[in-house]
């Protein structure tokens, strides 16, 4: 690399400047810092969980796409959130079909947004209590909404082959 060559000026400049940059640097790293920990250490407590959950929001306000760095870092975090979630949250026993709904609802989800489950029909059979969900489906719908097997898993549980669990 070769050396830049600085007058006396910009040097008496830079040096001037110096105490400044470097506490602003210091301070981005410090941010940085806490961002890599919110993504990296495990949720400490309720408090720490909703500070998390504030900055998911944050970091998906801000991101352009899924392979934005902060989308990246939302699902980090997004990856401690629910570790903690499982540990300490009990969720209420609900049917499949209840689960299935109230996901639906609060995610303003259509039956037909669900076609690479099932078809519109089959979700709607399931909704209505005259279907059970297969392991495919329950799977299928897992994926699709993020959340654990276990919110579809429930005593009435059929079991399908691939083929006829994804219907076209």
């Known amino acids: 690399m070769t050396p830049v060559a600085l007058s006396s000026i910009q040097l008496n400049g830079l040096i001037a400047?110096?105490?400044?940059m470097l506490e602003s640097a210091a301070d981005q790293l410090a941010l940085l810092s806490g961002l890599f920990s919110a993504c990296m250490a495990p949720v400490e407590d309720d408090s720490d969980l909703r500070g998390r959950m504030a900055l998911i929001d944050e970091l998906y306000s801000h991101a352009t796409d899924a392979?934005?760095?902060a989308a990246k870092c939302?699902?980090?975090v997004t990856d401690r959130v629910y570790e903690y979630e499982?540990?300490?949250l009990r969720l209420p026993n609900v049917s499949p079909a209840e689960a299935l709904a109230s996901l639906m609802r609060d995610r303003g989800t259509k039956q037909v947004e669900l076609r690479a489950v099932a078809t519109q029909s089959v979700v709607s059979e399931i909704l209505h209590g005259?279907?059970?969900m297969t392991v495919a489906q329950?799977?299928?719908?897992a994926e699709f909404f993020s959340v654990p097997n276990e919110?579809?898993?429930?005593?009435?549980?059929?079991?399908?082959?691939?083929a006829a669990a994804n219907p076209a």
Request: aromatic share 10%; proline share 6%; net charge positive.
């Open 17 to 20: 400047n110096l105490p400044l």
């Open 67 to 69: 392979d934005h760095f």
């Open 74 to 76: 939302a699902d980090a």
């Open 86 to 88: 499982m540990k300490h």
């Open 130 to 132: 005259k279907r059970s």
């Open 138 to 141: 329950i799977k299928g719908f």
């Open 151 to 162: 919110t579809f898993m429930g005593e009435n549980v059929a079991t399908a082959s691939p």
